[in-house]
T-cell receptor
Framework: QKEVEQNSGPLSVPEGAIASLNCTYS??????FFWYRQYSGKSPELIMS????GDKEDGRFTAQLNKASQYVSLLIRDSQPSDSATYLC????????????FGDGTTLTVKP | NAGVTQTPKFQVLKTGQSMTLQCAQD?????MYWYRQDPGMGLRLIYY???????DKGEVPNGYNVSRLNKREFSLRLESAAPSQTSVYFC???????????FGSGTRLTVV
């Protein structure tokens, strides 16, 4: 079993719809959770961080964390074509080393 | 511009050749990381440096060595390149605390 698993994808939604991206993790000691966006041929860019159970909203993005179920999700409201990218889920134990483990990513396409 | 700078951006090596990938950050971050990304896959940790003067192996360290030259610079060396090392290499850094990574723009390496 992989440490971090994401929807196999690809995911396609129409413009204006809600895109839902899911991630599960196996290590119950994980304490920090991140979503990165990666455009084709570019480097990953941090878009959301979440550390406690519940929802965290930032503009059109909402991250949801449920530690009991070992589940993290990212919702993108009013999806735009510019949201088309691969989204990487990452988890981390907050030791001094702070190294993150990444999922394989889910590719999202938003169709105009 | 502030951030993480990687050089070179592209490189083609012949099997058995050696090279060093350079990474420098100007954000005064303590921790630095080297990841590789293969098609359709997430990021896999090669080596990391939790702080200046320390380095540790990640998930896939075989065939690589690293040097944390100072707080700013963290280099990755391939001593004898193999086709299996064809990949995109990303350097990342982060500050103390529960923060995510800032990534460099990547090095696209092909070993023939």
């Amino acid at each position: 079993q992989k440490e971090v698993e994401q929807n196999s994808g690809p995911l396609s939604v129409p413009e204006g719809a809600i895109a839902s991206l899911n991630c599960t993790y196996s290590d119950r000691g994980s304490q920090s959770f991140f979503w990165y966006r990666q455009y084709s041929g570019k480097s990953p860019e941090l878009i959301m961080s979440i550390y406690s159970n519940g929802d965290k909203e930032d503009g059109r993005f909402t991250a949801q964390l449920n530690k009991a179920s070992q589940y993290v999700s990212l919702l993108i409201r009013d999806s735009q074509p510019s949201d088309s990218a691969t989204y990487l889920c990452a988890v981390r134990k907050d030791t001094n080393a702070g190294k993150s483990t990444f999922g394989d990513g889910t590719t999202l396409t938003v169709k105009p | 511009n502030a951030g993480v700078t990687q050089t070179p951006k592209f490189q083609v090596l012949k099997t058995g050749q050696s090279m060093t990938l350079q990474c420098a950050q100007d954000m005064n971050h303590n921790s630095m990381y080297w990841y590789r990304q293969d098609p359709g896959m997430g990021l896999r940790l090669i080596y990391y440096s939790a702080s200046e003067g320390t380095t540790d192996k990640g998930e896939v360290p075989n065939g690589y060595n690293v040097s944390r030259l100072n707080k700013r610079e963290f280099s990755l060396r391939l001593e004898s390149a193999a086709p299996s090392q064809t990949s995109v290499y990303f350097c990342a850094s982060r500050d103390r605390g529960p923060y995510g990574y800032t990534f460099g723009s990547g090095t696209r390496l092909t070993v023939v």
